[in-house]
Structure formats: C-alpha cells, structure tokens
C-alpha cells in the first residue's frame, strides 16, 4: 500500500466518523453524540465543524432537560431566539436530515410550553412551537384550546395552517378565508405561507377583478367565483363573528351572497330581487361584479 492509498484510507475513517456524530444528532442521542464527537476530535482535532457539532449536541442537550424541568416564559424566549438564530444554521451541517433534527427540538420545546396565550409573545405558545415542528394535529389541537382568542390574527394562522397541512385545502377554506376578515393586511402572507397553486390563482383573480376593494372582500369574491362550494363554507367562517366584523360590508354582503346563491336554484323570485337589492345597497361595486357574473352565465 502507498502512500497516497494511505491518505484515501484515512480520510475515510474521517468521515465515516462524522457520519457516527450526524448519525447520533439525528436519533436525538446526546450521550452517544458526545462520544462520537470525542472520537472524531482524536482523529481530526482541526476539523472545523467540530464545533458545530458540539453546539447542537449542546443544545440538544438543553431541550431534553427543558421537556422535563419546563421553562418560564422569559426563559422559553431566550431558547427560541438562540435555536432560530444559531442553531437553524448551524443544522445546515447535517444535509437533508437537518429538517427532521429540527423539527425534534421544536417538538421539545412545543411540550415545554405550558403558560398561556399572550398576544404580545404568541410565538412561544405550544400551537406556534407545534407548527414548527410540523406537528400539525398538536398545532391544532392547541390553538382550539385556546379560551377567548379564537380571532386573534396569530390563532387564526394557526389554525388555518395546521388544518391545511393535516387535511388540505378542502377542509381549511372556512380558517382560510375567515383570517381575510381579522387580518386581511397579513392575508397575503399567510397565501405565501400555505403555497397553495390553486388559492394562488384565485388571489390573482380576485385582486385583478376587485381591484381597490380591501382583502376583506375576498371571501365573498370567493362565493361568487366558487358558488359550488357555498353549502361547504356558508356558515362556518361567519361562526361566532364579533359585531366590529358582523357590521363591516364585506361580511354582510358574504352572508347576503350566503343566501342569494340558495335563492338563485329555485329560480326567479320577489325573495331574490329583494336580496339582490340589499347587496346592491350593502357595496354597489360588489354588486356590479355579481351582475357580471351573472351576464356572463346567461349568454
């Protein structure tokens, strides 16, 4: 054997060492992660992602103390700054299984975190910890369980991203389109967060016919687009609405166009002239787009 066979045998024992320490991270084993990392280090003590090894080891270490002692909510802040921060990049050391040992040590931190909803921190709630996790029936599960913040803007995109992940987009709408009414500001970066083509495509329609219309507008927009799907999503984004969203125009003309999309199977009628007249009077530019529809399907 020569000497550069030699140099080809020793390198892969290196590497064959590092895989022992990714190997370790990614079955959650810090014991056996810190004896693999010692092994490597004696080998090859200059390898400079000996370090990053050990500030994941470290911090995996951390969440498993945290998941049986718990945390308060100052010190469950910190965690969460230091993981988004350092150890997110950091994980970019172990290639495609970066994803799942992530998603492990937010799961850690998800069980930790026990204390209420705060509006002012609502990503250290168990949902927001859950959903980065891609632990989507906890997400859930945590964010319904939340007592009187059911329209919070953070709850809605909880619950509107866990059921799209869990169930898609079927089963999502009413979550979906109910976040256009209490957040419709940050209604198109919950459409980025979701990346759905098809909800895509409705958006771009939607800004495209509505035009100066707010964002509010689109689940009524959407009713019209889709009148299939009224019986489907009719009442449940209108569940428990407060009176500030039940008085706004796009709400109303939602739950009138609820009832003229019914009216308009059983053919023409005084009923249906009448709920016309009060969409008309609720936004005639609305009205000007239903009519639209409407010609559009009679020619």
Not at 278 to 286: H, V
């Amino acid at each position: 054997m020569n000497a550069h066979q030699l140099d080809i045998f020793l390198d892969s024992h290196e590497v064959t060492l590092a895989n022992e320490v990714v190997a370790a991270l990614c079955a959650h084993d810090s014991e056996r992660t810190a004896q693999s990392i010692a092994r490597l280090r004696a080998e090859a003590p200059q390898r400079p992602d000996l370090a990053v090894f050990d500030s994941l080891n470290a911090f995996l270490e951390l969440t498993r103390e945290i998941h049986t002692a718990g945390l308060d909510a100052d010190a469950l802040e910190l965690t969460v700054e230091v993981l988004n921060t350092r150890i997110v990049p950091a994980a970019g050391i172990l290639g495609s299984a970066a994803k799942g040992f992530l998603a492990f040590l937010w799961l850690q931190l998800a069980r930790a975190a026990t204390h209420p909803f705060d509006r002012e921190r609502p990503h250290l709630h168990a949902a927001d910890l859950f959903l980065r996790a891609q632990a989507y029936d906890a997400a859930e599960a945590a964010a319904i369980g939340i007592a009187g913040a059911d329209t919070d803007r953070a709850v809605l995109r909880w619950r509107a991203i866990a059921r799209y992940r869990r169930a898609g987009l079927k089963a999502a709408r009413g979550e979906i389109l109910a976040f256009a009414w209490y957040a419709p500001d940050a209604f198109p970066d919950l459409l980025r967060e979701l990346g759905d083509s098809q909800l895509d495509k409705d958006w771009l329609a939607f800004k495209a016919e509505v035009e100066d219309s707010g964002n509010a507008w689109l689940p009524a927009w959407y009713l019209l687009r889709h009148p299939a799907v009224s019986a489907e999503i009719g009442s449940e984004p209108a569940s428990g609405l407060p009176q500030a969203i039940e008085s706004r125009p796009a709400r109303q003309a939602f739950g009138l166009l609820t009832r003229i999309l019914d009216l308009e199977k059983q053919g023409h009628s005084r009923t249906l002239i009448e709920y016309r007249a009060r969409l008309k009077a609720t936004d005639a530019s609305f009205f000007a787009i239903y009519m639209r529809s409407r010609e559009v399907q009679h020619r």
